[in-house]
């Protein structure tokens, strides 16, 4: 990635990892915890696609928003890693929102990571969080046109919603880029990435604004999954 964490940074990781123990036996969070798991399914995945950001050190401050961050991934791990961004964590389920709560709380980063439980339709209509943020990231939330919807809305307009892919094909790519012409986005290079140890391909596909999103996205809760824009 070139890039390594400090030993501070690393300590959190550490201690992030023993949270998740943790709080995986009061509310059902990740299977990935241990080992390889844990430091290349979660962290590294998590952290590969913002090489641009990890490289410009502590530069300005930066607005990140993790919807669905259901354990807290990726954001957690991004606000270990970017300690000059603030983030906020959504996810429409109270006791995994609880969980990340008291897990930032314990690495001492609550004053940066702001928990929102609500479903993203709500937050992309939030004055607060509309148009607000640099960064928009979403991994393993819905199918990408849906997701899509849900970030589009929450970016500034010199921002970027990165969404996170496992697999991704020519068919996924028309489909978001019919969604992505209605939310007045362009979808920028593709970045592919083999995990280490053969866990396989990832890609991010990384959206920028051309201008303001159109005033009837994100559309009623339940209906972007329902009707993708695709
Ligand atoms: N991003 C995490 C990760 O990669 O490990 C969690 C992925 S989990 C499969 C998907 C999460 O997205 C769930 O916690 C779910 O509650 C949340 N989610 C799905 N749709 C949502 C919506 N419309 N608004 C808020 N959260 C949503």
Redesign the pocket.
Known sequence: MAWQPSSDQLQQFTHLQELLREWNGKVNL?RLVEGEDYWIS?IFDSLWPLKPWLSKGEGGPLKVI??????G??GLAMAIALPQAQLTL????GR?VQAVQAMAEALGIADRVQLRC????KTGRDPHCRRQFHLAV?????AAPVVAE?LVPLLSADGTALL?RGQWSDDDQRQLQRAAALLNTTTETIQVQELPGQRGLRHVIPLRPKGACPKQYPRA?GV??KLPLA
């Open positions: 990740t979660q993790d919807v669905g961050t259901g354990g991934f990726p959504v996810d429409s389920v995994k609500e479903r993203a339709e979403a991994r393993a939330v819905a849900y996170y809760v972007p999954a």
